[in-house]
């Protein structure tokens, strides 16, 4: 059956008229659209057929001129559906068969045509087109801090392994997001996940969705349809003046630890951006003062943040490399407490809790909370309410208000 319309434009067709009809109706092509770009030498999808062994043909599209896959960056004329077909039908039952895989490749034909014209070439990715979520969330997590591998291991767990991106539905979000709501911690399996740490692996899982939905290997973006865990207020523990001097005082069995500790509480940093600090991000401002460039690991915010000459200190002698090199995030646990512990303090302090006292400790001294924001990197000044209830103006006036002597 031959399809005119147009002089340039002619579709032979092998299969029955209705499919046909059935399938240009449901792609809404442009026969217009169509007719120029063929003018303009666009590439042209051909069904092919390729004789196999066993009596069977191997359905595969061609195209000329080949299209570039956008992940390779490499020229492709050929792509193979995964389609077979009887090279000898030998009953009814197999021509049927036959019609009906051809005019399900036919149909694909049609749409990659469409996709060549519109210049959208994701589907010669076929990374994409095996649509593993585990891989893509776990190659999102190697870019990202500590906690979204967490996250990765709770979903790992949750959908014991394996999941395809076709499986990533509002309701299986939704099961996941109850799962968090009830879970074990993956390390102390005795303690149950806290719910504003599931609020915060939510928040994080939501996130891989956005970038999959982005990268379109997702049709619709789930997170239209999910509703995030509300965190609770708690009281975030922080160290006073005195329990700081005290706590520098008090010797520690491992002093990577205790200089790093004292760096966080004189500069609010995270653990994730200590343990990544590089003696190139160590700078020195237009005011001679030290000075700490860096893009964090949480936020993905550049920051340029002024520090002060004792926490320059703490660094050690200048070299190259990572500034504390032989701190691990393991010491935060139990070696930290035992210090804590050691030093008379009878509160529960976890590392975070040194930028507690960073932010807690600046607002007492009088510095606004504007600047303390900016000092801690936040991207909104109202996550930085929860310290006080104030307003700023100036940077460099911080680094000097905390003080271990």
Same mark, same amino acid.
Request: proline fraction near 3%; charge should be positive; charged fraction near 25%.
């Given at each position: 059956?031959?399809?005119?319309?147009?002089?340039?434009?002619?579709?032979?067709?092998?299969?029955?008229?209705?499919?046909?009809? /059935?399938?240009?109706?449901?792609?809404?092509?442009?026969? +217009?659209?169509?007719?120029?770009?063929?003018?303009?030498?666009?590439?042209?999808?051909?069904?092919?057929?390729?004789?196999?062994?066993?009596?069977?043909? #191997?359905?595969?599209?061609?195209?000329?001129?080949?299209?570039?896959?956008?992940?390779?960056?490499?020229? #492709?004329?050929?792509?193979?559906?995964?389609?077979?077909?009887?090279?000898?039908?030998?009953?009814?039952?197999?021509?049927?068969?036959?019609?009906?895989?051809?005019?399900?490749?036919?149909?694909?034909?049609?749409?990659?045509?469409?996709?060549?014209?519109?210049?959208? /070439?994701?589907?010669?990715?076929?990374?994409?087109?095996?649509?593993?979520?585990?891989?893509?969330?776990?190659?999102?997590?190697?870019?990202?801090?500590?906690?979204?591998?967490?996250?990765?291991?709770?979903?790992?767990?949750?959908?014991?392994?394996?999941?395809?991106?076709?499986?990533?539905?509002?309701?299986?979000?939704?099961?996941?997001?109850?799962?968090?709501?009830?879970?074990?911690?993956?390390?102390?399996?005795?303690?149950?996940?806290?719910?504003?740490?599931?609020? #915060?692996?939510?928040?994080?899982?939501?996130?891989?969705?956005?970038?999959?939905?982005?990268?379109?290997?997702?049709?619709?973006?789930? +997170?239209?349809?999910?509703?995030?865990?509300?965190?609770?207020?708690?009281?975030?523990?922080?160290?006073?003046?005195?329990?700081?001097?005290?706590?520098?005082?008090?010797?520690?069995?491992?002093?990577?630890?205790?200089?790093?500790?004292?760096?966080?509480?004189?500069?609010?940093?995270?653990?994730?951006?200590?343990?990544?600090?590089?003696?190139?991000?160590?700078?020195?401002?237009?005011?001679?003062?030290?000075?700490?460039?860096?893009?964090?690991?949480?936020?993905?915010?550049?920051?340029?943040?002024?520090?002060?000459?004792?926490?320059?200190?703490?660094?050690?002698?200048?070299?190259?490399?990572?500034?504390?090199?032989?701190?691990?995030?393991?010491?935060?646990?139990?070696?930290?407490?035992?210090?804590?512990?050691?030093?008379?303090?009878?509160?529960?302090?976890?590392?975070?809790?040194?930028?507690?006292?960073?932010?807690?400790?600046?607002?007492?001294?009088?510095?606004?909370?504007?600047?303390?924001?900016?000092?801690?990197?936040?991207?909104?000044?109202?996550?930085?309410?929860?310290?006080?209830?104030?307003?700023?103006?100036?940077?460099?006036?911080?680094?000097?208000?905390? #003080?271990?002597?």
């Amino acid at each position: 059956m031959l399809f005119t319309g147009y002089p340039m434009v002619n579709f032979k067709i092998t299969t029955s008229p209705e499919i046909h009809l /059935f399938i240009l109706l449901n792609l809404n092509i442009n026969f +217009n659209t169509l007719y120029i770009m063929r003018q303009q030498t666009c590439t042209t999808v051909t069904l092919r057929q390729r004789p196999i062994r066993n009596g069977r043909i #191997s359905l595969y599209l061609d195209y000329y001129p080949a299209v570039r896959n956008p992940k390779t960056m490499k020229l #492709s004329r050929r792509e193979y559906l995964g389609f077979y077909i009887y090279a000898t039908p030998k009953n009814a039952i197999e021509l049927d068969y036959n019609n009906e895989i051809l005019a399900k490749a036919e149909l694909i034909r049609c749409r990659r045509q469409e996709a060549v014209i519109n210049e959208e /070439f994701g589907f010669m990715d076929r990374h994409k087109m095996r649509a593993d979520f585990m891989a893509y969330f776990k190659e999102v997590c190697r870019k990202k801090d500590h906690k979204w591998h967490i996250v990765y291991l709770h979903f790992e767990k949750f959908v014991n392994g394996k999941c395809m991106f076709g499986e990533i539905t509002v309701d299986l979000c939704n099961r996941f997001r109850d799962y968090l709501l009830h879970a074990r911690q993956l390390k102390h399996t005795d303690k149950m996940v806290s719910r504003n740490s599931a609020a #915060s692996y939510f928040s994080l899982f939501r996130g891989v969705l956005k970038l999959a939905y982005r990268d379109k290997y997702l049709r619709e973006n789930p +997170n239209d349809f999910l509703e995030k865990i509300e965190s609770r207020d708690i009281h975030k523990e922080f160290l006073t003046q005195d329990e700081l001097k005290t706590l520098a005082s008090t010797p520690c069995d491992i002093p990577v630890l205790r200089n790093a500790s004292l760096f966080s509480c004189l500069t609010g940093l995270r653990i994730s951006d200590i343990l990544n600090l590089k003696w190139e991000n160590l700078c020195t401002a237009p005011d001679l003062g030290h000075c700490i460039r860096l893009r964090t690991q949480k936020t993905q915010t550049e920051a340029l943040l002024p520090i002060s000459y004792e926490a320059y200190a703490l660094c050690g002698e200048p070299g190259t490399g990572k500034v504390f090199k032989e701190l691990r995030r393991c010491m935060t646990g139990y070696p930290l407490k035992a210090w804590i512990k050691k030093a008379g303090i009878q509160k529960h302090i976890t590392f975070h809790c040194f930028r507690h006292t960073y932010a807690t400790l600046q607002i007492a001294a009088g510095t606004d909370i504007f600047t303390v924001s900016k000092m801690l990197t936040h991207k909104n000044v109202a996550t930085t309410q929860i310290y006080a209830e104030l307003v700023s103006e100036k940077k460099r006036e911080t680094v000097d208000k905390i #003080s271990l002597k």
